[in-house]
């Protein structure tokens, strides 16, 4: 599985460091409470667990991980049919994530 980086990021602000920032800071300050809401509700509640995975699919593919943004997409459609097979995998996701936006 890929690393999260900044390269999408890098393209879409191009040289406006402001918009670089105000991307960085969205991510650092909805990740976390997306994933907080996630794991409040995986086990419990697979609707709403698909709906958040659906959200941060975004977050997945703006941090340029591409074949994560595969693994959150499968895992979507598992949710929605009421499975949990995924969970591992994409808890690893979650976690490499994580670390990435606490050393931006």
Known sequence: MSEPNLSLIEE?????????????GIIKSELPAEIAVYRDCVMSDHVQAAAIVHKLKHKISILGMFDGYQVAEDYEEELKEGRWEGHEKFNELLEKMSQFIIEL
Request: charged content about 40%.
């Open 12 to 24: 879409l602000s191009g040289n406006d460091m402001e918009f670089r920032k105000k991307l960085i």
